[in-house]
C-alpha cells in the first residue's frame, strides 16, 4: 500500500513487500523492523536526529489512554465515520497516529458495527510507531511525515488527524473522490486546570474556522467532558504526555499533580468531504 519517498518525480511509484524489505520499480528498498513496521522518512524530512515524541512521551500516553479516560471522543468519531460512510468496506489512514490506539479502537468500533475495514497510520516518531506496530499487527505503520504522506493519489477513503500537524494539499491528494478528513484538535478549554497549575497566566487554545480549499464541511462541533485521575501516578502519565511536562521543573511537579484530580476534556472535531465537484468546476472554469 505504500509508495517511495524517494522517487519524488512520481509520487505514486509504489512499494511492493519481498525479502524482508519494501522496494520498488527503481530498486529503492526500505527494510521492514522486527515489529513489522517500514520506515519511510528520508534524511531530509528529518528536523532532528529522532524526530517525534521521545520514549518517554509515548509510554506516559500509552499508560494514559489505555486507562478510558477518552472513551467520549472514539464513540463519537466511530459514529460520525459511520454516518458518513455508505456501505461497508473502507480504508481507514490515521495521520499522526502515535502509538496507534485511536486507528485500533475506531477500526475495532466500525468493524463491530459491520463494517471491513483496512486500517493503517503513519507518525514521524519511530519509536511510536515502534509500540503501534508490536501492539496491533493487522494495522500497516510507516515512519512518515505528514507533510510526505506515503500513499497513492485518491487511495484512502478516510482518514483522521488528531491533535497533528499537517497540510491540506497533501491530504487531498491521498484522499479519493468523496473521502472524508475528520479533524480534531484542542478546544479551548482543553486541560485547562493542567495549564492553570503550569502556568501563572494560562492561554486558551485556539482553533482555525477556516474550511481548506477542496473540501465541504459536513459537521463541526466540540466535544467537552470532565473525567478523574485518582491515583498521582495518573496524573503524571498526562503530564508526561504532554509538552507541559517539559515547563515544570522536576521538584515542583509533586505540588503541580495534587492540584489536577479532575480534569475537563474539550475536543474540537470537524468532519470534511473532499469536494470534487468544486475542484471539477473550477479547472473547467480556468481551462
Known amino acids: 500500500m505504500w509508495t517511495c519517498p524517494a522517487c519524488p518525480a512520481s509520487p505514486s511509484v509504489s512499494l511492493k513487500q519481498t525479502d524482508g524489505c519494501w522496494r520498488c520499480e527503481n ?9 513489522g513496521y ?20 509515548v509510554n506516559a500516553r500509552r499508560q494514559f489512554l489505555n486507562q478510558g479516560h477518552y472513551q467520549p471522543l472514539l464513540m463519537t468519531l466511530g ?33 463491530q458495527q459491520g463494517c471491513r475495514v483496512t486500517a493503517a497510520g503513519n507518525d514521524i516518531s519511530r519509536i511510536a510507531i515502534q509500540r503501534a506496530a508490536r501492539k496491533y499487527p493487522a494495522a500497516a505503520f510507516a515512519v ?18 488528531i491533535f497533528a500537524p499537517g497540510a491540506s494539499d497533501e491530504i487531498s491528494r491521498v484522499l479519493c473522490r468523496n473521502g472524508l478528513w475528520l479533524q480534531i484538535t484542542p478546544a479551548a478549554g482543553h486541560l485547562f486546570q493542567l495549564r492553570q497549575a503550569v502556568y501563572e497566566v494560562p492561554e486558551e487554545h485556539t482553533e482555525s474556522l477556516q474550511i481548506p480549499d477542496g473540501f465541504k464541511q459536513l459537521e463541526k462541533q466540540q466535544l467537552t ?19 507541559y ?18 480534569l475537563t476534556a474539550d475536543f474540537s472535531i470537524r468532519l470534511l468531504r473532499k469536494n470534487t465537484e468544486n475542484v471539477t468546476q473550477k479547472a473547467d472554469t480556468q481551462g
Open 245 to 262: 511536562y517539559w515547563a515544570v521543573e522536576k521538584k515542583k511537579q509533586p505540588g503541580l499533580l495534587e492540584k489536577i484530580p479532575r
Open 225 to 243: 467532558f470532565e473525567f478523574e485521575l485518582e491515583e498521582i501516578s495518573q496524573r503524571q502519565d498526562l503530564l508526561m504526555m504532554t509538552p
Open 79 to 111: 459514529k460520525l465515520i459511520e454516518q458518513n460512510i455508505p456501505g461497508d468496506d473502507l480504508n481507514l489512514y490515521d495521520a499522526g497516529c502515535g502509538e496507534g490506539y485511536y486507528l485500533h479502537e475506531i477500526s475495532t468500533y466500525l468493524t
Open 38 to 57: 517500514v520506515n519511510l522518512l528520508l534524511a531530509n524530512q528529518k528536523h532532528s536526529k529522532a524526530p517525534g515524541d521521545s520514549k518517554t512521551m
Open 27 to 35: 530498486n529503492h528498498s526500505y527494510d521492514i523492523g522486527k515489529e
Open 144 to 161: 512518515a511525515s505528514n507533510f510526505h504522506l506515503p500513499l497513492a493519489q485518491a487511495s484512502q477513503r478516510v482518514l483522521i488527524q
